[in-house]
């Protein structure tokens, strides 16, 4: 298990070392042991979402995650027929999304952030004791997590796309 603490700790992902050292069972897949320390809340960047979450009550709390411009983000407008949408002012954009699940939402600002340095990437890791695991992480460090074995979230293929367009 060292291997992923010691990885995340270089990232300065692990809020506490030892305590994350302390909560993760020997043997368990790293990837396990991931989702276990974000619902923990012991990584940096780290967002334990319940499923009764609406994308529009999450915007808050993960653009502040993300930090940067992100922080400056506004919900003009949030429509729930048919669809939930939200009207969005970013600086000069507007744009309207239609998000129907939390995933959409971050795979919406992530875009919407794809080429802002200061913007923290949202990583999904998973499911985890009846939440979804989020993970935000500095642009600089998301190519070298992408290439750990322990790091394989659900929207890895979105992910890639943000670090081949820097």
Request: hydrophobic share 45%; with cysteine; charged share 25%.
């Amino acid at each position: 298990m060292a291997s992923l603490l010691d990885a995340l700790d270089r990232e300065r992902l692990l809020k506490d070392p030892a305590a994350a050292s302390a909560l993760v069972p020997k043997g368990e897949p790293p990837h396990v042991s991931l989702l276990r320390l974000c619902d923990a809340g012991l990584l940096a960047g780290g967002l334990t979402v319940g499923y009764g979450v609406r994308p529009d009550e999450l915007m808050g709390p993960l653009t502040a995650a993300m930090g940067g411009a992100a922080r400056r983000l506004k919900v003009v407008d949030v429509r729930e027929r048919p669809a939930l949408e939200l009207h969005i002012a970013a600086g000069d954009v507007t744009e309207r999304w239609e998000v129907e699940d939390v995933s959409a939402l971050v795979h919406n600002l992530n875009d919407l952030y794809r080429d802002a340095a200061d913007v923290r990437a949202v990583a999904v890791l998973g499911e985890w004791e009846d939440s979804l695991q989020l993970l935000c992480v500095e642009r600089r460090a998301l190519g070298r997590l992408l290439r750990q074995p322990f790091f394989a979230p659900l929207n890895a293929r979105g992910l890639q796309d943000l670090v081949a367009s820097r």
